[in-house]
């Protein structure tokens, strides 16, 4: 089985374009004010646009209102939306009910006990996507993009309901170590292919996509 890639917080035209060069298999748009990735719903339009056909197009949004949903899902061309915030089960049923749209939950881990409630998600979402827990110490840490990486080995072994991707501090020199650790079959980059946080490097893009190709 070949590796899927999810190259995260897309915003300018080079950064798409690169990502789907590389053969990248979904680009995710942040919704996110507080983001030094995010972008606006006109400007997600203008850069789905410009994808090829069978590249997946995901939403990404922190604890959104019903209101950013549907500006969001009313405008922009999507397949899937992520949940990266403190969204409840319950929550992720109803936005996935009320946009028709497939749902990826992100579940932050740090611990073991944090796996916990991954099942429970299962059964409301259609992914998982684990990424690193920031430490309490972190000042300003982002609910994603943060460079960070969890003990792999958490996920080694392991199954759910449902299909997961692992994230977090991945970039071209540890992926192939953080998929045979975890097992992973699907990754998600953002800040592993950044010359600064928000802006991507159509370089480091190649880089990861060649490594997972290679795997």
Known sequence: MSLEVKICGINTPAALDAAVAAGADLVGFVF?????????????????????PGVKRVALMVDPDDALV????????????????????????EIRARTGLAVIKVLKL???????????????????????????SMKNALPGG???????????GKTWSKPWMLSGGL????????????????VDVS??????PGLKSPE????FLAQARAL
């Open 70 to 93: 549907a500006e969001v899902t009313g405008q922009v061309p999507l397949d899937f939306i992520q949940l990266h915030g403190a969204e409840t089960p319950r929550r992720v049923a």
């Open 171 to 186: 970039e071209p020199d540890n992926l192939k170590q953080a998929v045979e650790i975890s097992g992973a079959r699907s």
């Open 191 to 196: 800040s592993g292919v950044e010359e600064r």
């Open 110 to 136: 740090s611990t073991a006990e944090d796996l916990a409630p991954a099942e429970t998600y299962a059964e409301v979402a259609d992914r998982l996507l684990f990424d690193a827990k920031p430490p309490k």
């Open 32 to 52: 996110y004010p507080n983001s030094p990735r995010a972008v606006t719903p006109a400007q997600a339009i203008d850069l789905a646009g410009r994808l090829k």
């Open 146 to 156: 943060n460079a960070l990486a969890f003990d792999w080995r958490l996920l080694a």
């Open 204 to 207: 480091k893009i190649d880089a």
